[in-house]
C-alpha cells in the first residue's frame, strides 16, 4: 500500500492504495465519483474522462499512486461550471441523451473543446469527439447539441464584454 494526497473535485484526499489501483477505481471508491464510466478500460471509450491539473485525461489507464498531489476534477466537481451548466441544457434541448452511459465524458470533452475553440464547425467536432464513443450512435444529436452550447456561451460572453 502507497499513501496518496489529492485534490479531488476541490477536496483534499488522502488515502492508502494499492499501487495497481486505477485512477478510475480509485475515484469511485474512495471519493464517490459515480460520474466515471468504465467501458473499455483500455483508455479508448472516453466513457472515464476527468480532469487532471486542468487537462483531460482517461482515469481508467492511469494508475492513482500516480496522482500523488494532483487537482482532479469530475463531473461532480463541474456541477457549476458555466460551460457544463450550458452543456447540459443543450444536451437535453438538442437530444444529445440516449442511454447516458458516454454522457459524462462527453460533457467533459465538450467542455475542453468549447473552452478551447469556441464555436466550430461540425466536421471539427466530430473528430474532436472521435475519442468517445457513443454506443447508441447518438452523435448527430451530440454534436448538435455540442454546438448549440458553444453558440449559447458565446452570446452570454459576448453580453458580459
Known amino acids: 500500500m502507497q499513501t496518496i494526497e489529492l485534490t479531488v473535485n476541490g477536496e483534499p484526499l488522502k488515502a492508502s492504495v494499492d499501487p495497481r489501483t486505477t485512477l478510475a477505481d480509485f475515484l469511485r ?12 478500460e483500455h483508455g479508448v471509450c472516453g466513457g472515464c474522462t476527468i480532469v487532471v491539473n486542468g487537462k483531460i485525461a482517461r482515469s481508467c489507464i ?14 461532480e466537481g463541474l456541477s457549476d461550471d458555466p460551460s457544463i451548466v450550458q452543456l447540459r441544457d443543450s444536451f437535453h434541448t438538442c437530444h444529445g441523451l ?3 452511459y ?60
Request: some cysteine; hydrophobic content about 40%.
Open 62 to 75: 492511469a494508475l492513482a499512486v500516480a496522482m500523488d498531489g494532483a487537482d482532479i476534477r469530475t463531473l
Open 29 to 40: 471508491e474512495q471519493a464517490d465519483a459515480r460520474s466515471i464510466h468504465l467501458g473499455c
Open 102 to 161: 458516454c454522457t459524462p465524458g462527453m460533457l467533459i470533452t465538450a467542455r475542453d473543446i468549447i473552452n478551447r475553440y469556441g464555436e466550430a464547425d461540425e466536421a471539427f467536432l466530430r473528430e474532436a469527439l472521435a475519442g468517445n464513443i457513443c454506443r447508441c450512435t447518438g452523435y448527430a444529436g451530440i454534436v448538435k447539441a455540442v454546438q448549440h452550447a458553444a453558440a449559447e456561451l458565446t452570446k452570454t460572453r459576448s453580453n458580459l464584454k
Open 98 to 100: 440516449q442511454c447516458g
